[in-house]
Every structure is written in structure tokens, then in C-alpha cells.
T-cell receptor
Framework: GESVGLHLPTLSVQEGDNSIINCAYSNSASDYFIWYKQESGKGPQFIIDIRSNMDKRQGQRVTVLLNKTVKHLSLQIAATQPGDSAVYFCAEKWDNFNKFYFGSGTKLNVKP | NAGVMQNPRHLVRRRGQEARLRCSPVKGHSHVYWYRQLPEEGLKFMVYLQKENIIDESGMPKERFSAEFPKEGPSILRIQQVVRGDSAAYFC????????????FGEGSWLTVV
């Protein structure tokens, strides 16, 4: 079922620090994961994805880590900026369709 | 490149009226997904459509809700006889194929039922 969850509902960091947002997913059969960023009043914006045959993937200032043993996903944001303030969702899929299950989100507050 | 386009962005309906939400996918994308988001919650899958076909509607309420994606034109999410509990943000997403692809979201349609 839909049981993707996040450990921390709110995370406050200082501008310039690194941020780590965690996500626990429930289905060991999940084969594809996406992190989305959602600003107030807007739609989810793709940040980075990772497939289950990988354990790490890097983008611009972001890194996603996947630990299948404990069904844990994390998003690391380097040198966090005020523009990174938003709600972050992890999403997983496990069936043959692009049917994603979302967690409840973590709100990231970046303090200047 | 135009992304997923949704309209209206904001819609107010009285209880008992109908709401129609439209979604035009990214050009070239033939797969459309509708999600609903309540305040302070994550997105919940509603329905997955290809052109002229409903592939998976397991997240759709059994009554009052329907969706279509005709051969020509946008996908439509229709809510009949709206109730206050239907107030939410409705997001459409699209992908070029049906499996293993990132889905890209539109900016959403915010429905308020008064």
C-alpha cells in the first residue's frame, strides 16, 4: 500500500550548510525512486531519480543514496540555499506502470 | 518546451456542482496520471490513462469521479456533485511511456468547494 514515510517532518538548516532528508519506503520490490521538490502553490518538481540497481546517484548539488537492506532513501543537498526551502517528497514505484507512491513530505527551512 | 499544462489553476464550486479539470501533457507524451493532494499531505494516485484508454483507476473514488484522455485534446478529470471533502489540489503528470520513466507534473488545479 501507500506507506512511504519520512523520518523528519520539518528540517531547519543554516544557509551554506548541507541538508539531509530521509525517507523510509515499505516495499522491497520497489525498483525506481524519485525525489521531488514542491514549493508553495506549485506542482512537484523533479530533482533526481535512482533505480534499484544503484546505491548512489549525483546531480548538481544533490546526491541520492539508496540502501535496499533497510529500505532507506536519502537526499543530500550541498551548500543549501534559501531557494531550496520547500517540501521534499520521495516517491517509489514497484509495478509495471509509472504509478508512484508518495510520502507525506519533509519541509526544509533554510535560515539566512 | 511546454511542460504539463493544467487549467483552471483555481476553481471554486458550490456543493452539488460539477468540476472539470483539464490537463495537456508534455508534447509527445501519451501517458497521463492524475494525483490528488490534501493540505499538508503527500500526493495520492488517482488514475493512469493512455490515449482513449484507462489503464489503472484504482485510486479513483467509485462514485462522482471520472477521467478521460481522448484521441484529440486534453485529459479531463470530472467531479460531479462536488462535496467539501473534494477540496484539494489536483495534479496531472505525464510521461513518454508507461514504465520506468520519470513523470513530470503540472502546476496543479486547486479546487475549493464552498
Amino acid at each position: 500500500g501507500e506507506s512511504v514515510g519520512l523520518h523528519l517532518p520539518t528540517l531547519s538548516v543554516q544557509e551554506g550548510d548541507n541538508s539531509i532528508i530521509n525517507c523510509a519506503y515499505s516495499n522491497s520490490a520497489s525498483d525506481y525512486f524519485i525525489w521531488y521538490k514542491q514549493e508553495s502553490g506549485k506542482g512537484p518538481q523533479f530533482i533526481i531519480d535512482i533505480r534499484s540497481n544503484m546505491d548512489k546517484r549525483q546531480g548538481q548539488r544533490v546526491t541520492v543514496l539508496l540502501n535496499k537492506t533497510v529500505k532507506h532513501l536519502s537526499l543530500q543537498i550541498a551548500a543549501t540555499q534559501p531557494g531550496d526551502s520547500a517540501v521534499y517528497f520521495c516517491a517509489e514505484k514497484w509495478d509495471n506502470f509509472n504509478k508512484f507512491y508518495f510520502g507525506s513530505g519533509t519541509k526544509l527551512n533554510v535560515k539566512p | 518546451n511546454a511542460g504539463v499544462m493544467q487549467n483552471p489553476r483555481h476553481l471554486v464550486r458550490r456543493r452539488g456542482q460539477e468540476a472539470r479539470l483539464r490537463c495537456s501533457p508534455v508534447k509527445g507524451h501519451s501517458h497521463v496520471y492524475w494525483y490528488r493532494q490534501l493540505p499538508e499531505e503527500g500526493l495520492k494516485f488517482m488514475v493512469y490513462l493512455q490515449k482513449e484508454n484507462i489503464i489503472d483507476e484504482s485510486g479513483m473514488p467509485k462514485e462522482r469521479f471520472s477521467a478521460e484522455f481522448p484521441k484529440e485534446g486534453p485529459s479531463i478529470l470530472r467531479i460531479q456533485q462536488v462535496v467539501r471533502g473534494d477540496s484539494a489540489a489536483y495534479f496531472c503528470a505525464s510521461s513518454p511511456a508507461g514504465n520506468g520513466n520519470t513523470i513530470y507534473f503540472g502546476e496543479g488545479s486547486w479546487l475549493t468547494v464552498v
